[in-house]
């Protein structure tokens, strides 16, 4: 039981900001070799700390948006400010996407070299359920490392803005201009998941698009509902350029606003204690799942259980029974 | 286990249609009684046909936007065509909106006596998880009674929109007129699950704002990308008035283009093995939560632990760890 063991020679490093104890401290959350989780759920524990206050932002862009060029600004706008900045990555599928994200720094090159910032890729592994735990548990170490602003950065593939909107305060979700042909979309879910929408590119030739691209998204973010309780003026839609630094401020008061809006609201209190609790149902949910799966028999039961249902030769509920009632009188 | 169950005496009659062995067949997927849950679950294996082809439609509406007369008008339009039409409601919180769904069946006072037609009102309980469980076995009565399309009808709030969305091969969203100030705006989750959106009331004096209104919607349509795979008009925006059955032929016309599409793209198949999969993984993640608080002890364990976790005193892996340690040290 984490209470009971010892402090980890890493948590004295890492509460007093050492990079190097930081960076291991990932890693071994990275890790899914028993010992190592059970050392990293003991020292998440030995750095908690219920009073710490952050701000953590979900980004979601797709390739092409200028994404890294928006990090870069904003990121070293924050640590001139006196902020500690922390970006990590959330790539389920960087296998897919030819590369993963963050993986070229050097587009970040200030950013880099920034003292007050710390920059983590994300790691290869593709799994989605050990996606989430590992960022919530990255969010953690970064945040007991003294960064105060956590981003927390998605490609906009597939389920990862609803997790990264499940372990953020706000969500920002940034376009690049478009319209006609051009025009791509924005994949289901991130939309909603989105408090602020910024198009980038908002100079030279673009500027006139941007506007009218953001003057689109205004106008779909208008016709959906916001959160009840939350600002006035939320969600919206704001055009930026990373390049040129126009509007980059903007947003970021915009982003202080909401969360004081949502601080004040208790809105904020209310939202991390419910994704903290739905972690927490899902660890148990996963760990009672792995479990099972863990009897080899009993997991190849499931798929072909699995497999069944989806052919719908079985009704779902009826073999989930047969599941459990193989579970209950196994060995 | 189901497979060894002797047929029950409602399967022959529920296979031939007979409507009062279907009403008790779906009150006993109500129950929640185990005997009741064993005997539903053997019921739905004897009647289960994979070659079975239907029509599953979720249909998500605000109150006021004239759900009841729109489904009174499509329906009668089906059963004319001969077609065998179940409406279903999903209604998590009838407590909350003052009233079930589909309780007031003299708004739909045609489709209430039709032959061809059967309505069911949601149930009085609350608990989402139930929800989703009772409305799929609802769904596989009807379809096995004959029913040949099925209409899911749900009001617009939380989460049931996705529900109904993972239960349903397509999903129509209603909508009233309006502009301005009125606007109220879609729910989120409910404009990214919407397939076809219909914006009712589309006669006399609200013909105008109901068109401004439709383009609108199919702006903001246009900035989400559509499912891969998926017909490329959809999703889509149309006007129709339930009371004088403007436009809702072109609906039916429309909701087929896409089902053929689908149908013929294989997206179709994928997504209902896709569906049927997810319930039966959610069935089994249920059951092993529910063995695990069906002990006292461990319950009020992990209500404690929860409450610590969402107070951030403790992270939610170690917290789990604990929990999952305490069931396999348990008598």
């Known amino acids: 039981m984490p209470d009971d063991t010892a402090f980890d020679p890493l948590t004295e490093p890492l509460l007093s900001g050492d990079r190097r104890a930081l960076a ?18 003991a020292l998440l524990q030995s750095v908690a700390d219920p009073g710490r206050r952050t701000l953590r932002i979900g980004l979601s862009g797709t390739p092409g948006v200028g994404k890294s060029t928006f990090i870069e600004a904003f990121g070293t706008m924050l640590t001139g400010a006196g902020h500690r900045l922390a970006v990590l990555a959330v790539d389920p599928s960087s296998t897919r996407s030819g590369g993963s994200i963050l993986g070229d720094k050097t587009r970040m090159d200030r950013l880099a070299r920034d003292p007050n910032a710390f920059i983590r890729p994300s790691p290869s592994q593709t799994e989605l359920g050990g996606v989430a735990r590992r960022t919530r548990e990255a969010i953690a170490l970064v945040e007991a490392a003294g960064h105060d602003i956590v981003l927390v950065e998605t490609v906009g593939v597939g389920q ?100 004081r809006h949502r601080r004040e609201s208790g809105l904020w209190d209310r939202t991390r204690a419910d994704q903290n609790r739905h972690w927490f149902e899902e660890a148990v949910r996963q760990g ?44």
């Open 160 to 259: 990862s803005e609803t997790l990264v909107s499940r372990m953020t305060d706000l969500f920002v979700l940034l376009l690049a201009p478009a319209g006609g042909d051009e025009l791509q979309g924005v994949k289901r879910g991130i939309m909603e998941a989105a408090d602020i929408v910024l198009v980038n590119k908002a100079d030279g030739d673009l500027a006139t698009q941007a506007r009218r691209t953001c003057a689109d998204y205004a106008g779909a973010l208008r016709l959906m509902r916001k959160r009840p309780g939350d600002a006035p003026d939320f969600p919206c839609a704001m055009t930026v350029s990373a390049v040129t630094g126009m509007g980059i401020d903007a947003a970021w008061n915009a982003m202080q606003a909401l969360a």
């Open 24 to 41: 291991r401290a990932i890693t071994l959350v990275e890790s899914t070799r028993p010992e190592d989780r059970a050392r990293a759920a």
């Open 288 to 331: 009672l799942m792995a479990r099972l799966t863990a009897d080899p028999a009993l997991a190849a039961r499931m798929d072909d259980l699995g497999a069944r249902v989806a052919r719908a030769e079985l009704p779902a509920t009826a073999a989930a029974m047969v599941l459990l009632d193989d579970l209950a009188s196994g060995p």
